[in-house]
């Protein structure tokens, strides 16, 4: 995975914002809110699967 523990919380939120409607409500609920996967998928009714590959984008591009 990207590392992204260099960033502060505010330059976190700043940059899951910045992210595509697809990535953002991923991002902000693991990363942000510390939301267990379980729960973000089934809020967005996506597989758990489908859940870590867009974790994994975002992070992407968060490192980026």
Known sequence: DPD?????PEQLATA???LPDALKPVARGLLI???TMSDV???LAIRQAELV???HRAKQLIAA
């Open 33 to 35: 809110e510390k939301r």
């Open 53 to 55: 590959t867009r974790l």
């Open 16 to 18: 899951v914002e910045s």
């Open 41 to 43: 998928s089934q809020e």
């Open 4 to 8: 992204i523990s260099h960033l502060s």
